[in-house]
């Protein structure tokens, strides 16, 4: 199996009660004997701001240190108005930023997510990937994971409630860590 994959984590829901916050916790359980998971804490950083690359913020060099250091990145993010949230674009142009300095570049990704729509995050995803491929992410191709949510996805740990869910995670995180492998 190997030594645990670093996984540099980017939730794209920065509100107390975060469903994909959740839906992070829920995978990093399964994900236990595989990987670990370094939540970025994306939910500080300034608004974009080209004027602010003249003096990048210290919270924004810890994050792009800690992308740099990770074995691949997980991006777990709702969906807002059929697109990412704006939380996610200002993380991706943060990481892109300054010109010459891509954290992004190179580096493997899986994209999941969840939102109480019937058709979960897929919208946001398809834009994600859009976006990725910009800034040089190489994005797990299969599985596509957007899940609906409903109040009893997690049971009351806070993992995933039914054998089938926990059974369709676990084969994403399986296939996610053995691309990264193969990088």
Known sequence: MGQLLKIAVVVGSARKGSLN???????????GDLMTFDYLPVGELPLYNGDLEADLPPLLLDIKARIKAADAVLFVSPEHNRSVTALMKNTLDWGSRPNGDNSWS?????????????????????????IAVCLGLEVLPQPEVYVQFK????????LFASER????????????AAWVRQA
């Open 106 to 130: 190179g580096k493997r990704a899986a994209i999941c997510g969840t939102s109480p729509g019937a058709r979960g995050a897929d919208l946001s995803q398809m834009h994600l990937r859009q």
């Open 21 to 31: 916050r959740a839906y992070a916790g829920a995978l990093e359980a399964l994900a």
């Open 151 to 158: 109040p009893d996805i997690f049971d009351e740990d806070g």
């Open 165 to 176: 869910d926990r059974n369709f995670q676990r084969r994403f995180i399986e296939r996610f």
